[in-house]
């Protein structure tokens, strides 16, 4: 009751807002020089290499566009403080956002049509078009892709191997099917004395990976009518039967750590230690291991299981938008700005960007070798650059992340967008089902299942107003 309270006073405050911006003004976009002024949200509020390499972005790109000037802004992108940040005509000018929240953003108006500055600077025919979809709204584009991911399974090969797993080159055999992977995880299991795979269960984690599984059971877990109403639709055998997969990996098959309460923290420290062979998870995943010491040999990547309906993964990233009170001027700087780190060109700025960021990897001892899906199209160059910077400075045999770099670059599986609205809600509500089925080897699917899609609706999709 307490967080169906508190969605609907989030969600009521949207609607009022909504009606305020309607009319706002465009913001004062000048300094007393003329130039343009824009604020940059996220603004790293820490001493360290993540500010300084703000810093240094901020007065190059002063240097190169004169007419324009930076203005820190510390705000990251939360759902909870946005739209009081919108009231209040608070909205950095330029701010990003994840994946699941961008389509509330565009739906509620907050965010400016920045079509024609795309357009204008050649992004728009170098864009992945499958991202592209994300943020386009009646033909219009409402936000600028930056990131994107696909999920895959990430190994150990050294495990893989022990089981017989892994060939001769280095390439492990790939699971066609989730039940194959059971079967290769009670393989693990046996030859090495560890959990042959992990799945996380809080903090949204378990909810966000039984997703894309769930999909591949041939689960639809909500749907939009004809009034435009948000309908939830998993109350379903297919939803049952997808619970009841991962409960037998706790209760039948018996390839999970004894720990039932794994967020996202605890899930890549579960198999950077080496006490879990496999996980499902984005390709960007290496960055979040080594702090553990799991050195590049101990790291691979393999593409996603099919589902008894279908093959399927899940796509997700960041965006960043520009805040619809802002000028056309402040839209076309905020478009150069994001260039400076995201463009399809090759410029200093972004050679330098790639550079650093590889740099970056290698002295922190990552995995350098995936190729991770890209916002960009083949005709960017910006993409080939990333790309022969990888296979330059890869520190691992390749065959341990090959077939996952070709199911990203000839996806045999569907590509789906996370759901559309209350994404994060529904994450936490799945977590509740994850964790009962682990626990309690009595746990009814069926009952869980029916419980959780009618507080979904009841408490988050029956208060939307956008």
């Not at 402040?330 to 090759?346: E, K, M, N, P, V």
């Not at 330098?352 to 290698?362: A, C, H, Q, V, Y």
């Amino acid at each position: 009751m307490k967080a169906r309270k508190i969605i609907s006073l989030v969600l009521a405050l949207a609607l009022c807002v909504m009606t305020l911006a309607a009319c706002g003004k465009k913001t004062n976009d000048k300094d007393e020089q003329g130039r343009t002024v824009i604020s940059v949200g996220g603004w790293p509020d820490k001493e360290g290499t993540e500010l300084d390499n703000a810093v240094a972005r901020k007065e190059a790109f002063e240097k190169e566009n004169p007419d324009v000037v930076i203005k820190p802004d510390k705000w990251k992108f939360d759902l909870k403080t946005f739209y009081a940040k919108a009231a209040g005509n608070q909205l950095p000018n330029y701010f990003s956002v994840h994946a699941t929240e961008v389509s509330q953003i565009i739906d509620s108006e907050y965010s400016a049509d920045v079509t024609d500055a795309l357009e204008k600077y050649g992004y728009l025919d170098k864009m992945n078009p499958d991202i592209l979809e994300l943020v386009r709204k009646d033909g219009k584009i409402y936000a600028i892709p930056a990131y994107a991911y696909v999920m895959g399974v990430a190994f150990n090969p050294e495990m893989l191997k022990a089981a017989g797993l892994l060939e001769a080159d280095g390439t492990p055999k790939q699971p066609k099917d989730w039940y194959e992977l059971a079967e290769f995880a009670v393989k693990i299991k046996k030859a090495t004395g560890k959990p042959g795979f992990v799945f996380p269960t809080a903090a949204n984690n378990g909810g966000w990976i039984f997703n894309p599984i769930a999909w591949s059971f041939g689960v639809d877990f909500m749907e939009q009518d004809k009034d435009g109403k948000w309908k939830a639709t998993f109350n379903t055998p297919e939803a049952v039967e997808a619970l009841q997969y991962i409960k037998d990996l706790k209760w039948k098959y018996d390839v999970l750590p004894a720990n039932t309460l794994i967020d996202g923290t605890e899930y890549y420290k579960t198999f950077a230690t080496g006490n879990a062979a496999m996980m499902i998870t984005a390709g960007d995943y290496p960055r979040k291991v080594t702090q553990y010491g799991m050195v590049p040999d101990q790291v691979g990547m393999m593409g996603m299981p099919a589902g008894p309906k279908r093959h399927v993964t899940l796509m997700g990233g960041t965006m960043f938008a520009v805040s619809s009170d802002a000028t056309e001027d402040q839209i076309d700087a905020a478009i150069r700005y994001h260039g400076t780190q995201f463009h399809h060109s090759l410029s200093d700025a972004v050679k330098d960007s790639l550079e650093r960021e590889m740099k970056k990897k290698l002295e922190e001892g990552q995995l350098v070798g995936i190729k991770s899906m890209s916002v960009w199209n083949a005709n960017a160059e910006s993409l080939a650059y990333e790309y022969d910077l990888i296979d330059k400075n890869a520190n691992s045999n390749p065959n341990h992340v090959r077939l996952y770099n070709e199911f990203v670059a000839n996806c045999p599986a569907e590509i789906q967008p996370e759901e559309p609205v209350c994404a994060q809600e529904l994450y936490a509500i799945l977590d509740g089902c994850i964790q009962e089925v682990l626990v309690n080897k009595d746990a009814d699917c069926a009952e869980l299942i029916k419980k959780a899609a009618a507080d979904f609706q009841a408490n988050y999709l029956d208060n939307l107003t956008f």
